[in-house]
């Protein structure tokens, strides 16, 4: 069943007014999108809505929405993402109509309610960090992991109408994905607050100062691939210089608890990467394993 007559844009509506909502909201109108035409958007809070919705774009609460039809996007909070979900299946939905979350955590059961209504489901997670204001450009040049319970087509050309890239994913490797992605994001900010944290007594600007050293070595990561990318005490196998920095972090466990677990990754991939002999293994295996 198709989402819209033959050379007819696909009516969407959008459910939410946070950041990913607001970006998705200016993506199918900014994009111009010939296949695709933001028609509503809806949230708790009808203020919010409008403050999102382009102009001409309807806005209103999530009771306004009387009918399900074309796509549906539910732009909200993981937890909320069942109960709104049990509460659409209440609607009407014309034939169809596809209802599509955005989270990388939930997957299609979150969506049951209107699964045993028979209207397809699925999940749209962007591969992107959306900042309070985000704007359309966060839905561009981007990957868009896509779970759907039929073949959902219409999910994948708009992907690819933002410019970006969409991958088909089972239930198992989105839940994979959504954890490499907290790891490569989330907790790359962690590690970050964990360099300014180490030297919170210097009276400088220390993230500015790491900048290039940040983007270097990114780089180096997609250039030459984790194992190469890393330098450092540990990959040189200078077990003097982890014995210090242990040493100088000693009264702070967090910080110390951190140094641990990194340095023991960090020992791991110079390890397979053959460039540490048995002493120094050995050395390095004594003072990070806990
Ligand atoms: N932020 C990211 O970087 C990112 C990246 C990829 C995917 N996602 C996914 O995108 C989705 C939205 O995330 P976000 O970052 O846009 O969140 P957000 O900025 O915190 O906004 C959450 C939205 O959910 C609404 N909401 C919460 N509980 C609700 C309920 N019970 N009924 C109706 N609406 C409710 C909020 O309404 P009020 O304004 O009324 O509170 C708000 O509009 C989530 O599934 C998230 O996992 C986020």
Redesign the pocket.
């Known amino acids: 069943m198709s989402l819209a007559a033959e050379n007819e844009a696909i009516p969407c509506t959008i459910?939410?007014?946070?950041?990913?909502?607001a970006s998705l909201a200016g993506a199918v109108r900014l994009y111009g999108i010939p296949d695709f035409r933001l028609d509503a958007v809806y949230?708790?809070?009808s203020a919010?809505a409008a403050r999102i919705a382009p102009a001409g774009v309807q806005s209103g609460e999530?009771q306004d929405l009387e009918t399900l039809s074309g796509i549906i996007f539910i732009?909200?909070?993981?937890d909320?993402?069942p109960?709104?979900a049990a509460s659409l299946a209440k609607l009407p939905a014309e034939p169809g109509c596809l209802c599509c979350?955005?989270?990388?955590?939930?997957g299609l059961s979150g969506m049951l309610a209107l699964q045993q209504k028979g209207v397809d489901v699925a999940s749209f997670?962007?591969l992107?960090?959306?900042p309070e204001q985000a704007d359309a450009d966060c839905f561009n040049n981007i990957f868009i992991s896509i779970l759907a319970s039929g073949e959902a087509p219409a999910l994948s050309r708009l992907a690819e109408q933002f410019g970006s890239q969409a991958v088909m994913v089972t239930e198992a490797q989105k839940q994979k994905l959504h954890l490499s992605a907290v790891f490569a994001s989330n907790y790359l900010v962690s590690l970050l607050r964990l360099a300014e944290q180490a030297s919170k007594d210097i009276d400088a600007d220390v993230l500015q100062m790491l900048r290039p050293l940040i983007n270097t070595t990114l780089d180096n990561v997609y250039q030459t691939g984790t194992g190469a990318a890393l330098t450092g005490p540990v990959s040189r196998g200078d077990a003097g210089t982890v014995k210090s920095h242990l040493h100088l972090i000693q009264s702070d466990q967090k910080l110390t608890q951190a140094y641990r677990v990194l340095g023991c990754v960090a020992l791991e991939r110079a390890q397979s990467s053959g460039r540490l002999n048995h002493e120094q293994i050995k050395a390095l295996q004594k003072l990070l394993y806990l």
Do not use: E, T, W
């Open positions: 459910i939410g007014s946070g950041r990913v909502a949230a708790r809070n919010r999530v732009a909200v909070s993981d909320a993402i109960d709104l979350h955005l989270s990388g955590a939930v997670h962007p992107q960090s959306f």
